[in-house]
């Protein structure tokens, strides 16, 4: 019997990747290059069958060994340490794309699954601003692009990825640090504005099998 599930709330990510947007040296794409990235979801409502969800957080951090969409990604999720038995197989299940959705597409791309982690998932909004802080593992921090033609706005997209709702906030990482699953990654202060950022609003409804 399948479970029905849906959750929708805030979701932000950082990568290693250089930004597209940010970065205007010719010849300095990210697409052939190897990325370590955290993408953590602030779950506002949800649920998945009869397990409430509501105020949750979680987070999935992955290396690839080349392009994104080439797959082989090493992936690990931390759920909040506040997440019960129930909670935290209902969201490992959906972080880890096994339970259908949109996330879906993470299970397809991913070679090596490295396991989960319990821990506090602190994640901050403050208008432009996104703090993520999960002691120990991940430290990020992505700071939306101001619009030159409407002060007090930051630029954003309409197109649609399987993570996230549009309008897609474009953003860079002023800081980024990824201590967790085998994977490792302390960004120069220098270099993290130049770094790849997003955040938006998610919303995600799929059923489990």
Request: glycine share 10%.
């Amino acid at each position: 019997m399948s479970i029905p599930w849906s959750m929708e709330g805030e979701y932000a990510h950082a990568c290693s990747c250089h930004s597209e947007v940010v970065n205007s040296s010719p010849g300095t794409t990210p697409a052939a290059l190897s990325c370590k990235l955290a993408l953590t979801f602030r779950i506002e409502m949800g649920h998945f069958g009869a397990v409430p969800l509501d105020a949750l957080a979680f987070a999935v951090v992955a290396a690839t060994p080349g392009a994104l969409a080439r797959g082989g990604w090493r992936l690990g999720v931390i759920v909040e340490e506040r997440a019960n038995l129930a909670q935290l197989q209902a969201l490992t299940r959906v972080a880890s794309g096994q339970a259908g959705g949109p996330p879906a597409r993470l299970g397809q791309l991913t070679g090596q699954f490295a396991g989960v982690e319990r821990a506090p998932i602190f994640f901050v909004t403050d208008g432009a601003r996104c703090r993520v802080h999960v002691p120990g593992m991940l430290d990020q921090i992505v700071e939306g692009l101001a619009s030159r033609e409407r002060p007090g706005e930051f630029l954003a997209i309409d197109c649609t990825v399987p993570t996230a709702d549009p309008p897609l906030a474009l953003a860079h990482a002023v800081r980024n640090v990824i201590h967790c699953f085998g994977i490792d990654w302390g960004d120069d202060p220098a270099a993290a504005p130049r770094r790849d950022g997003h955040f938006a609003r998610f919303s995600w409804q799929g059923e489990a099998i």
